[in-house]
T-cell receptor, first 112, second 116 residues
């Protein structure tokens, strides 16, 4: 079955430290992949997406993600965490059936 | 570009009444609109997919008579929660599909519904 898995429902990092949020997908054909951020009581904002081409994708707010077909992964990273990065992050995939399949989300906490 | 405006941001209604939530695509034509429900500290649960001019397709377990979806134009989709009950209290989010160097999805800002 096609699915998206986010390892770690909660991740805490110190301000200025590396942020790494993990996302793996399950599919025989590589999907289009997305990372979204959600702040409390708000909708989802697109950070970045991978469709085709370059496997290292740069997004907004200093985030980037690398598509690794061999590992079926699309991990999100940011070199230096800011307090404003504290939020819920969702990885999602488009498996070709029109709708998005979401992971369960990762809550990122930044420690001052 | 690809902005979706969702209203209201929050609404409180009495049990037994109906509530309408609107989503408008401001600068593009949304041929497909998705409606999600989100419980506290959980991921988004897809309720239904609507295509302009046709009936919505509901996910398994979602009551189509309770959650009425209308997508009469390329810029407006509405979700009406009929005869609302406290268990319908939740955060509802719409999303519009678009095509821009591959499929894309833009989300509304969400509606916090509280039924008292």
């Amino acid at each position: 079955a096609q699915s998206v898995t986010q390892l770690g429902s909660h991740v805490s990092v110190s301000e200025g430290a590396l942020v790494l949020l993990r996302c793996n997908y399950s599919s025989s054909v590589p999907p289009y992949l997305f990372w979204y951020v959600q702040y409390p009581n708000q909708g989802l904002q697109l950070l970045l997406k991978y469709t085709t081409g370059a496997t290292l994708v740069k997004g907004i707010n200093g985030f980037e993600a690398e598509f690794k077909k061999s590992e079926t992964s699309f991990h999100l990273t940011k070199p230096s965490a800011h307090m404003s990065d504290a939020a819920e992050y969702f990885c999602a995939a488009h498996f070709g059936n029109e709708k998005l399949t979401f992971g369960t989300g990762t809550r990122l906490t930044i420690i001052p | 570009g690809a902005v979706v405006s969702q209203h209201p941001s929050w609404v409180i209604c009495k049990s037994g009444t109906s509530v309408k939530i609107e989503c408008r695509s401001l600068d593009f034509q949304a041929t497909t609109m998705f409606w999600y429900r989100q419980f506290p500290k959980q991921s988004l649960m897809l309720m239904a997919t609507s295509n302009e001019g046709s009936k919505a397709t509901y996910e398994q377990g979602v009551e189509k008579d309770k959650f009425l979806i209308n997508h009469a134009s390329l810029t407006l989709s509405t979700l009406t929660v009929t005869s609302a009950h406290p268990e319908d209290s939740s955060f509802y989010i719409c999303s519009a599909g678009y095509r821009d160097r591959g499929p894309g999805y833009t989300f509304g800002s969400g509606t916090r519904l509280t039924v008292v």
